[in-house]
C-alpha cells in the first residue's frame, strides 16, 4: 500500500511521445510538436488600412488623381508630387507614397481630389509589420485553437506536426455484469475523452483468468489499458495475479478513501491501470489518479478549478488515510454527498471534491473544493 503522493508519482513516469502530421483543418485542439517560424513577411507588401488615397507628402490641399489600386492588384504604380491614387482597404501602397488620407476626409471633383482634413496617421500597414520573416510565431507544446490556427493559415502552411494521443482499452471485469448494468466502462470513458485520449470498449469478462487475460492481450495493441473489478482481496479478485503473471505490478492499494483497492502495472511496457468495481470508488480514482496520468501522456496541461465553500458538517479522514469527499455546492455551501462506494448517486449528484489529508479534521467552515 502507498501514499496517494507516491502513487500520482509513478502514474507520472509514464510518457507517450508519437507525432503526426495533420492537416490544419483537422488540427483543433491538437498539441503542437514543432516551432513554427515564419518564412514570409506578412504583410508582403505595404498596405492601405482603408478606402483613401494614396499620397506622396501633404503639402498641399488638391491633387491630381492618377490611378486606382484594389485589393488583390500588384501592379507597380508610382505616385509623384500633387499626384494621388485611389487605394481600397488592404490594397498595395504605390511607389512613393507616405500617406493615405480616408476617403471620408476629401472631396472628389473630377480628376482632382479636395484633402479637407489633415491627419497625423499613415494608414499604412508597413510589410512585415504583422508577422516579420524568420520570427517564431507559435512554440512546440501550444495547445492549437481558432485563433493560432488563423496564423498558421497566414502563413500558408497546409499541416503541422503534432502530438499524437493515446488510444486507450477499457476493459470491465466481474460475474455480476451478467446480472446489472456495466457502469464503470462508460464513466471511465468519459474520463479517458475529458483527458483528451480515445476510449476503446474491449467489452465485459467474467471472473475467469484465461478469459481477462485473452481480453488483455486483445488490447495489448492500444497504448493504455483500464479495467475495472477485481482488484480486492477476495477469492475473485483475479487481478493482482493476472497482473503479475503477465508483466509486473507498480503498486497495489492506495491509502485513500474512497478508491483505495487500486492497482497499477506495466505489460510490454504499456501502462495497465485496475480500477475498484464499486462505481464511486472507481470514479475518484478516475479522477485523482487516472485522469492528471492521460492528460500528460495527451501532451496536455493538468487544469484544476478550486471553489471556496462552506462545508456544511465536520468530516474527518481515517488514520493514514487521504479522503475524498463528494460534495454538492449550493449558495456557497459544500454538502457532502457521500452514502457508500458502491452507491453511484454518491458522486453522480457531486460538483467536487473536497481532499481531506492523513488525520486531518474539517470543522464547519471555509474549504476548497476540487470543482469537477
Request: charged letters at 25%; hydrophobic letters at 40%.
Amino acid at each position: 500500500m502507498i501514499c496517494v503522493d507516491d502513487a500520482k508519482e509513478m502514474l507520472d513516469r509514464f510518457s507517450y511521445d508519437r507525432r503526426i502530421r495533420v492537416d490544419v483543418y483537422d488540427s483543433l485542439g491538437c498539441v503542437l510538436a514543432e516551432d513554427i517560424i515564419s518564412d514570409i513577411d506578412v504583410p508582403s507588401f505595404d498596405r492601405s488600412e482603408m478606402d483613401g488615397y494614396a499620397i506622396k507628402d501633404l503639402n498641399g490641399r488638391r491633387f491630381k488623381l492618377v490611378a486606382e489600386m484594389h485589393a488583390g492588384d500588384d501592379r507597380d504604380v508610382i505616385v509623384g508630387d500633387g499626384e494621388c491614387v485611389w487605394v481600397a482597404t488592404g490594397a498595395k501602397i504605390p511607389v512613393g507614397a507616405n500617406l493615405v488620407i480616408p476617403v471620408e476626409k476629401t472631396q472628389r471633383l473630377k480628376d482632382d481630389v479636395i484633402v479637407y482634413e489633415p491627419q497625423r496617421e499613415s494608414h499604412i500597414s508597413k510589410k512585415g509589420c504583422d508577422i516579420p520573416n524568420g520570427e517564431k510565431i507559435l512554440k512546440s507544446g501550444c495547445i492549437l485553437h481558432e485563433r493560432n490556427i488563423g496564423i498558421i493559415a497566414t502563413l500558408g502552411v497546409r499541416n503541422v506536426l503534432v502530438y499524437g494521443t493515446p488510444n486507450v482499452g477499457v476493459l470491465s471485469t466481474g460475474d455480476e455484469l451478467s446480472r446489472i448494468n456495466d457502469v464503470n466502462s462508460l464513466t471511465l470513458s468519459a474520463i479517458v475523452k475529458q483527458s483528451g485520449c480515445s476510449p476503446i470498449f474491449m467489452g465485459t469478462a467474467t471472473d475467469d483468468i484465461d478469459l481477462i487475460k485473452k481480453k488483455i492481450v486483445e488490447a495489448m495493441k492500444y497504448d493504455v489499458i483500464i479495467t475495472s473489478g477485481g482488484i480486492s482481496s477476495g477469492k475473485k479478485d483475479l487481478m493482482p495475479i493476472i497482473v503479475s503473471e503477465m508483466g509486473e505490478v507498480l503498486f497495489h492499494t492506495v491509502k485513500m478513501r474512497p478508491g483505495m483497492p487500486m492497482l497499477a502495472g506495466v505489460i510490454d511496457e504499456k501502462p495497465i491501470i485496475c480500477m475498484p468495481g464499486n462505481v464511486t470508488s472507481c470514479l475518484v480514482c478516475a479522477h485523482v489518479l487516472l485522469f492528471p496520468m492521460l492528460r500528460k501522456m495527451a501532451h496536455l496541461p493538468l487544469i484544476k478549478t478550486i471553489r471556496c465553500a462552506r462545508l456544511s458538517e465536520k468530516a474527518v479522514s481515517e488514520y493514514g488515510m487521504r479522503r475524498y469527499l463528494p460534495v454538492k455546492l449550493t449558495d456557497g455551501v459544500a454538502y457532502p454527498t457521500f452514502r457508500g462506494s458502491g452507491l453511484i448517486t454518491s458522486i453522480a449528484h457531486a460538483d467536487g471534491f473536497v481532499e481531506i489529508k492523513e488525520d486531518e479534521t474539517l470543522t464547519e467552515g471555509e474549504v476548497e473544493v476540487w470543482v469537477f
